[in-house]
C-alpha cells in the first residue's frame, strides 16, 4: 500500500501539502489532502463510492480539500460520487480507473453535484476533477458495452436565490471517458464559470457533451478547449455528439468525429451530427467535425460565431445505415432562426473522392438572411455552398475542389 509520507515526499502534491498547511485556518494539512488508500479505500474492493462520499463530506466541512487516487480499478455503483464545496478528486492519469457497475436505473454521473432531475440542495463551488479515466470494464484497452443511464460526469448545480458568487467555477481537466451513456452534462443555473479542458472521450450511447438542457437556464459562461470526441450516439437516436443549450460559451480546439445516424433528416437534423448548437452567443474556433454520419455543424440559433472551423466528410458512408445515406448531410447547416451566425475562415470539404460524405458545404436555409460567411469549400459531392437569399456583400466562399 502506498502511504501518504511515501506519495507525497518530493513531489509536486508534497509543495501542495505544505501550501495547504500555510493557508488552513480550519484543519492541518493531513486532513485536507488525503490519500484513498490509507483510509481504505482500495482498487478491486466492490463499490467505493459510499467511503469516498464519506471523506469528501469531511473535507468539505473543513473547507475544501482533494483526495488522491493512486492507480487502479475504483468501483462505483449508481449511488455514485458526490461532490461537495472546494473538493478536488485526482487521478494518477488513465491508470486510476473509476469503473461503473450494477444497474444505473436513471441517467445519473459516476461523478456528480445534484442529480439530473433535481440540482444541488447545499451550494457547491470550485469542486476539481482531474487526470483519471471513467470507464466501464476491467481492460482499459478494450471495448465494453456501456452501462446504460451512466455518465461520466454530470452537475447540476444550484447555489440558491443570491449566491455569494454566481459562478461555481469547476475545474474538469485530464479525464479520459470510455464505454458510457452520455460522457459530460453541465446544466445546473450555477455550472457557470467553468473550465473543461484535455479531454479525450470515445464510444457513447448517446451524446458526449451536453452543455445547458432545453428549455432551461444553465450551463452559461464556460470554457471548453482541446477535446477529442468520437463515436458518440450508438443507441442510433436522436442525438449529437456535442449539444449546446446554453450561451455565452466558447469552445477551442474540440474535435467530433464518428458518430452514427440511422434516423432521416427529416426525422430528426440533429441525429448524428457533430455539433448541434441551440443556444446563442456562443463562440467556436478551430472546432472540427469529421466523419460524422449527420451534418458536421447544426446551428438553430442566433448569434453564434465560428473561426476557422473545419467539416471534414460528414455523412461518411460508414456512419450511416437504416434511413440515412451517405452524401445527404451538410458541412454547415445553417436554420432559419440562426441569423447573426458569422463563420469566418471556415472549411467544408471531402478529404476523398472514393468515400464521399458531404453533399453541399455551406447549406442556409433560404429565409435567413443575416448570416456572413467567409469560407472555402473543396469536393462536396452536389455544391460548395447553398446560401439561399444572402447578398454577395455577406458571403465569400472559395471553391476549390479538384478538378484532376
Known amino acids: 500500500m502506498v502511504t501518504r509520507a511515501q506519495f507525497l515526499g518530493g513531489t509536486a502534491l508534497g509543495v501542495l501539502a505544505a501550501s495547504m498547511t500555510a493557508t488552513s485556518a480550519s484543519a492541518d494539512s493531513s486532513d485536507r489532502m488525503l490519500i484513498a488508500t490509507d483510509e481504505g479505500i482500495n482498487p478491486g474492493d466492490d463499490a467505493v463510492n ?31 460520487i458526490q461532490l461537495k464545496n472546494q473538493v478536488s478528486i485526482m487521478g494518477l492519469g488513465e491508470a486510476t480507473q473509476f469503473r461503473p457497475v450494477g444497474e444505473w436505473k436513471e441517467l445519473a454521473g459516476v461523478f456528480r453535484i445534484g442529480s439530473h432531475s433535481s440540482p444541488s440542495s447545499d451550494p457547491v463551488y470550485r469542486t476539481g476533477i482531474h487526470n483519471l479515466s471513467i470507464k ?42 470510455w464505454d458510457l451513456d452520455m460522457g459530460i452534462i453541465l446544466k445546473g443555473k450555477d455550472d457557470q464559470g ?23 437556464e444553465g450551463g452559461a459562461d464556460n470554457q471548453f478547449s482541446m477535446i477529442d470526441f468520437s463515436s458518440a450516439n450508438l443507441s442510433r437516436l436522436d442525438c449529437a455528439t456535442i449539444e449546446i443549450y446554453t450561451s ?10 464518428y458518430s452514427k445516424r440511422t434516423m432521416s433528416f427529416d426525422e430528426a437534423v440533429k441525429a448524428g451530427s457533430g455539433y448541434y448548437v441551440k443556444g446563442t452567443r456562443n463562440t467556436f474556433s478551430q472546432c472540427d467535425a469529421q466523419d460524422n454520419g449527420g451534418h458536421g455543424f447544426v446551428l438553430e440559433y442566433p448569434n453564434n460565431t465560428l473561426m476557422n472551423c473545419v467539416s471534414d466528410s460528414n455523412g461518411y458512408a460508414e456512419n450511416v445505415s ?81 478538378k484532376k
Open 248 to 257: 455565452n460559451c466558447s469552445f477551442s480546439q474540440v474535435k467530433s468525429w
Open 50 to 80: 459510499n467511503k469516498i462520499n464519506k471523506l469528501i463530506d469531511r473535507l468539505a466541512g473543513d473547507g475544501g480539500g482533494a483526495i488522491i487516487f493512486p492507480p487502479g480499478i475504483y468501483n462505483v455503483d449508481s449511488d455514485g
Open 136 to 177: 466501464t470494464g476491467e481492460d482499459s484497452m478494450a471495448h465494453t458495452d456501456a452501462i446504460p443511464n451512466t455518465v461520466g460526469i454530470l452537475f447540476n448545480t444550484s447555489n440558491g436565490d443570491k449566491p455569494a458568487d454566481p459562478d461555481a467555477a469547476h475545474r474538469i481537466s485530464g479525464i479520459t471517458l
Open 322 to 402: 437504416g434511413k440515412a445515406n451517405p452524401s445527404e448531410a451538410h458541412g454547415f447547416h445553417i436554420l432559419s432562426g440562426a441569423h447573426g451566425t458569422q463563420l469566418i475562415g471556415c472549411q467544408s470539404f471531402n478529404r476523398t473522392k472514393d468515400k464521399p460524405g458531404q453533399k453541399i458545404g455551406f447549406w442556409i436555409d433560404n429565409s435567413n438572411t443575416q448570416v456572413t460567411l467567409i469560407g472555402s469549400a473543396a469536393d462536396n459531392t452536389e455544391a460548395a455552398a447553398q446560401t439561399g437569399s444572402l447578398n454577395q456583400s455577406q458571403k465569400t466562399v472559395l471553391n476549390t475542389d479538384d
Open 194 to 216: 467553468c473550465t473543461v479542458s484535455d479531454i479525450r472521450g470515445r464510444r457513447f450511447l448517446r451524446t458526449a457533451l451536453q452543455v445547458g438542457e432545453i428549455g432551461a
